[in-house]
């Protein structure tokens, strides 16, 4: 068993070593110089502008939330779909139900505004 | 439709959950909701705590109601409950717990309509969640498989943590939330685990399958190994803890239940800590309950009995140097989840009665609580709410019923007779006895004493002491709502403390089917 | 399914067992509301991952991937709540270290 992971253990050593051989090599043997124009962050040429932890709105919050809540309800649904036939009707009716509870929540999101962009 | 009926209890507190979500989107502002606000943000729904409290308590005790039928029908005479098991199981334990839990969501429901509008705090959400996180735990009462006993844990404990958090814009609601939130996801997380080891020795999930397959521990043929059941049920015992707030795993308690408002702290204490009792009695007796596993020497009864006599100690000695009220009704809560440990070591013998005991004593413990928390709530208003015993001096004279319903509900939680509380902990103690648990009674009576002094100290202060003068004092609320649950916690109070034999026979016999 | 797959479920099992301790390490000593919540996520995963690996032993039902399915929707619900209670903590303390909610003491 183990000699089938011998290699891929030898590649991420060998990665790691080279990694860190990497850096410590730059900060032993390189110089390091430290000057004003050296400690501005690099934006592309560019003069830095702004702040540099943007906030962003709380809406991208919300929305992101509400899509992985209903997101991952799938994994219910898709079962349930790969076995459609066998479940016949009791599985159906079942199916229903969820998704019944799913929509109150859809519909409660949309009448409180939570699903409005523009506000 | 056998099936339909059996559930009905489950169904109706699910379904009225969302309605009453509809409801509360669907609503316009109140005039009055938006006229007593200070004119910023009004959602719809907001402002009506009254009517959606209302809704929600005739939905909880018409769920209460509907297990009182399935009783009186018999759910061993329904076919098709055997369709749902082991996910859900209907059998006269799980229905003796869905009607405490009804009872205990239904007062919260009340309060909750009376509290929110008096505080201005609008947000009527706070009754869907209730139902949710009602349903949620009598789902957890009735489920006899680690699968629906995670489900249930998290649908109860995500409600509750929105409870807590209701109050968005004060400091103390968000930490007690943010605190309860940490741990009790760590808590699920390690019964999470223990449900993956038991799963992975035994190969089931449901807890009778389980049972089967631990008794055969030791016997030559058997393929379950002892270690890792034994880490699962360390585990298990850990994440049930934290949600019955026993000593160690009580930190959280304290903070939860004073940041909270306070009918979900009454929530906390009635409903979370009688469903997670529920689940932990069907574990340890059915997943568990093999002999030698049961044994003093060689099982969970020295564990529980330890948690027991830490839970009922720290909680009552801490509960005495408390100078919040509310503060002092958390440790209490902690010192009765230790009392009602004692009768879960007490199963070791005379399994049935002691299980038997424990249904009666949270059954007491719930209408008790929630008639103190609901006191609490009567006799303070917004701006002048009752927090600490000074808030409290002289609050006889200003309204005398208040004091009289706190007093009988301390004295019940005191265990004086002829109040409910008294028989609760006479049960419980007398089953300790049957099981020849001496010194684990000794301790009980030892720290009923310590109880006795602080709860009596609140109506000190309420009946001889005069305000500072100058210092705020809180001001009675008037509320049609929580004196309604008041009065009917008072008469159960009172009644069960009278005529216990009827609801101890229906105890006995919740004990005969599911333990 | 022979003596190879009982080795590896070990192995499996073990690698469950120490992402298990890593979060529950993470969550008991990071201060940061946020690591502690990804370490709770980091907890439940190392669930999945066991009883995945159960589930090849006692593979004649699906309990073990169904209880996966149902864990995977409740982290999701879980992080939705514990989201909301970080972001309005946020809001109110400035800070998510978890040593600022000391508020409520005694």
Known sequence: MFDLYLPMFLMFAIAAGVAAGMFSLGQFVGKNPQSAEKLTPFECGNDTEGAGNVRLSVKFYLTAILFVVFDIEVVFIYPWAALFKGLGWVGFASMLMFVVALLVALVYCWKKGALEWEK | MDLVIALSPLLAVGFGGLMLMLAEAFGKPSEEGISKTTGDVVDAGAGRGAELGLGASVVLIAGAVMAVGVWIVGPETLEGVADVAPYLLIDRFSLFFTFVLCLGGAFTALLGGGYLPEHRIDRSEFFPLVLFSTFGAIALAMSGDLLSLFVGLETMSLGVYCLIGLRRGSARATEAALKYFLLGSFAAALTLFGAALLYGATGHTDLVGIGEAVATIGQPDSTVAAMPVLLALALTLAGLGFKVAAVPFHQWTPDAYEGAPTPATAFMAAVVKTAAFAILLRVLLVGFGEERLMSWGTGWPPVIATLAVLSMTVGNVVAGRQESVKRMLAYSSIAHAGVALVGVAATIRSTEDATASVLFYLLVYTVSTAGAFGALILCGSRGAEAVSYEDLAGIAKRHPAAALAFSLFLLSLAGFPPTAGFFGKLYVFQSAIDSELYVLVIIGLVNSLIGAYYYVRVMVYMYMREPVPGAPVAKPMSSGMVTSAIVLAALLVLGLGILPGVSLDMAIAAAARGG | ?106
């Open chain 3, 1 to 106: 399914m022979g003596a190879l797959l009982g080795n590896v479920l070990e192995h499996y099992v073990m690698l469950a067992g120490v992402l298990f301790t890593i979060g529950a390490v993470g969550f008991l000593v990071r201060r940061n509301v946020l690591v502690q919540l990804m370490s709770i996520e980091l907890m439940l995963n190392a669930v999945n991952l066991a009883f995945v690996a159960y589930n090849r032993v006692h593979g004649d039902d699906m309990n073990g991937h169904m209880f996966v399915f149902f864990i995977i929707a409740v982290a999701a619900a879980e992080v939705a709540v514990g989201l909301a209670i970080v972001l309005s903590f946020y809001r109110l303390t400035g800070s998510v270290h978890s040593d600022d909610a000391d508020a409520l003491k005694g």
